[in-house]
């Protein structure tokens, strides 16, 4: 199977993190037959919010030898049924030592033990993790929010995207308020982003609350999150009937990334 996806944040605190793991979760939730790994690939000590044991850090060594057992990828995990989740780097100062090579090497070793793969690749394109992964990874979900700053990213960015060929098959708007100036319309007039590669994720009561306890939303009772997040598995193709909102959406696409 080897399902690979990438999630880009266009500025930090875009709440990159928390969509990476909600639909990590969902994921696995979904499809009890498929292993799924989230992964953090970016230079930025993690905020986990299923929780953490290892790192990507702590697996460097391994990684310069390009082999890592099954055990071992699965000792460095936090594991609850078929989810798994591998922190990225727990200090700054580590950072400098990470090559795009090293995300790569753990991308394929990832892909030949679990069926999906969803890294979180920060915000930072100077980070050699998240350049790595981004490189590696051909479907790749940004994040922004309506917040003008994200915007200004987004416009920033846009061409360098282009210049290293990183293209991407949706948009997440996270933090979604409908009542917004900077509504999905005007952010897809404003971005060139056709409105249905737009994806809004509403905003949740209980964010810094899910930040404090180390959880996602997917925790509480937030139903517009919930369905929001099912949504974006529907685009994906990854949404189940055996799922808890399998139900509510009709399937729209196929299996879309090309790995």
């Given at each position: ?63 310069r ?32 030592y ?5 995300a790569?090497?753990?991308?394929d ?20 993790l ?43 708007i ?46 509480y ?39």
């Open positions: 199977m080897n399902k690979m996806i990438a999630f880009h944040g266009v500025d930090a605190k875009v709440g990159t993190t928390m969509i990476s793991q909600a639909v990590a979760q969902m994921t696995a939730a979904c499809n009890r037959d498929w292993s799924v790994v989230w992964v953090g690939l970016n230079s930025k000590p993690e905020v986990g919010y299923l929780g953490s044991a290892a790192s990507v850090e702590q697996l460097q060594i391994d990684l030898h390009r082999f890592i057992s099954r055990q071992e990828l699965i000792a460095g995990c936090v594991n609850k049924d078929n989810l798994s989740i591998l922190p990225g780097v727990l200090s700054y100062s580590a950072a400098r990470f090559r795009p090579e090293t790569k090497d753990l991308l070793q990832l892909s030949s033990h679990f069926d999906v793969v969803v890294a979180d690749t920060g915000n930072q394109l100077d980070d050699g998240t350049v790595g992964a981004l490189e590696r990874i051909a479907c790749r979900i940004g994040v922004f929010t309506q917040h003008e700053s994200a915007l200004r990213c987004w416009v920033g960015l846009h061409s360098l995207y282009e210049r290293l060929e990183f293209d991407f098959k949706y948009w997440v996270n933090r979604y308020l409908s009542r917004d100036i900077y509504d999905k319309a005007y952010i897809s007039t404003h971005t060139g982003i056709a409105e249905d590669h737009l994806l809004p994720v509403t905003e949740a009561v209980n964010s810094r609350r899910a930040e404090a306890e180390r959880r996602t939303l997917l925790a009772r937030e139903s517009g999150f919930k369905e929001d997040i099912a949504r974006i598995l529907n685009r994906i193709g990854w949404l189940s009937r055996s799922c808890p909102d399998g139900g509510l959406f009709k399937r729209e696409r196929k299996w879309i990334f090309s790995q």
